[in-house]
């Protein structure tokens, strides 16, 4: 309401987040939506045997696991419950008393997807997002895995001896894997425009201790149930809760010390050292550049804490440089800044390779004396950056400052300099 005029609100664009969809998404969702057609006209056209005492059960534990799904670094979801039910349905063996289980890769599909759904509504009810790209990567990952192993379980594959089967299942589980981290890889390069291989690198340096885990569960899984039966999942859930918790508080260990961090770096906006949304401003930047020059996450994650706290060294000053801008003063004080900064994060203990950054942020990148570490280069240029064109986004402003710093290659490198003229402007990811 402004003046005694009511004024409406527009309505939501209800389009806009297939529109903001990227490829590799829209592949994977219609991959997915192929899987559930094919399966449900399978199952309803070829009528099998369905063992509703096993569907039931796997898919309760799918569901659980779909309830409980757990975030992790970089705004990753995964569900180690649910592909644990999910694998483990896909190779069932055997349950006593009924030899070895038959049925079909289209059944499987039909009841992970189902199963999936139902553990998805209670997030949509609260308001949650549905995680509709996590679902249809662990569909795509168990169906392919289902469609490998269900054609030749037989009653005499079921009785060969137990290492064969453990090599076979080991065997198509790691390929089950390796096809849920290629596809996670292929989004995340498209939501954070990395390099494909560097993303699929980081997605196997995060994601084998949980696919260990996961793939331990699943043989124990599906041996228990050969042996013990279907009750055998209510017993197993308890050592897979533990191992969720255990990713769960790691998760959100490190949500909570990047938050302290981002407090930590506006205190020299809020004294009133450096301009408002410097830091921010500097350390998407920073991150846009690493990744445009194929760092990997740990050393991103480095570099976002750095860049948050590049200024923290100007408390130190009796007077606040105009506009925070470090690039006005000599490089004797800038030194002096970097290093009073460096020692103030090496108080913590547990920062040191990100106090080096800060340190080295300073140096020219080419001189006497050794190189600067690239992510203090990184740091220097994008600081540099921010400084003479600030939150403004007047191309001329920017163009002039990228020529002013490619004018200048003793002070800053000019392969950081020619990735900051790619991604300045753009729109950038400031998550890893």
């Not at 690493?290 to 760092?295: E, I, N, T």
């Not at 003229?421 to 400031?430: K, L, N």
Request: proline share 5%.
């Amino acid at each position: 309401m402004t003046g005694g005029t009511i004024v409406r609100r527009s309505p939501p664009d209800r389009v806009a987040y297939w529109q903001a969809l990227d490829s590799g998404r829209i592949l994977l969702m219609a991959a997915a939506t192929m899987l559930l057609i094919a399966a449900f006209a399978g199952v309803v056209a070829l009528h099998p045997h369905v063992n509703w005492q096993a569907a039931l059960a796997f898919g309760g534990l799918i569901a659980f696991g779909e309830l409980l799904r757990l975030a992790l670094p970089g705004g990753r979801e995964a569900a180690p419950i649910a592909m644990v039910g999910a694998m483990a349905y896909a190779m069932s063996l055997a349950l006593p008393g009924q030899g070895h289980v038959r049925y079909d890769a289209l059944l499987v599909i039909a009841v992970c997807a189902v199963a999936m759904s139902v553990g998805a509504l209670p997030h949509i009810a609260a308001g949650r997002p549905a995680g509709l790209t996590g679902m249809c990567t662990r569909l795509v990952a168990v169906s392919c895995v289902a469609f490998i192993f269900r054609p030749i379980v037989s009653r005499d594959f079921v009785k060969e001896p137990w290492w064969v089967l453990f090599a076979v299942i080991a065997l198509v589980y790691c390929f089950g894997w390796l096809t849920d981290t290629l596809i996670g890889a292929l989004i995340r390069a498209d939501d954070v425009g990395a390099r494909f291989s560097v993303a699929v690198r980081d997605e196997m340096r995060l994601q084998w201790p949980l696919g260990l885990a996961v793939g331990a569960s699943v043989i124990i899984a599906i041996f228990g149930t050969k042996v013990m039966g279907i009750r055998e999942l209510a017993v197993f859930i308890g050592p897979l809760l533990v191992t969720q918790i255990a990713f769960r508080r790691y998760a959100g260990i490190r949500a909570t010390y990047l938050q302290t961090v981002r407090s930590l770096a506006r205190v020299t906006e809020v004294a009133g050292y450096v301009e408002t949304g410097h830091s921010r401003r500097v350390s998407r930047l920073a991150i846009a550049i690493g990744r445009g020059l194929g760092l990997a996450e740990p050393e991103l994650l480095a570099l976002e804490y750095a860049a948050l706290m590049h200024d923290i060294g100007q408390l130190s000053l009796r007077d606040p440089i105009p506009g925070g801008a470090t690039l006005l003063v000599s490089s004797a004080d800038q030194e002096r800044i970097a290093e009073l900064g460096a020692e103030i994060i090496r108080e913590a203990g547990v920062l040191d390779d990100v106090a080096d950054l800060v340190r080295w942020q300073s140096r020219p990148a080419r001189g006497q004396g050794p190189a600067p570490p690239l992510g203090s280069m990184i740091i220097k240029a994008a600081n540099a950056f921010d400084d003479m064109v600030g939150s403004s986004t007047d191309r001329n402003r920017s163009a002039a400052a990228l020529d002013r710093m490619r004018r200048d290659p003793v002070e800053y490198d000019a392969g950081v300099v020619a990735v900051l003229a790619e991604v300045a402007g753009r729109r950038v990811p400031s998550r890893l």
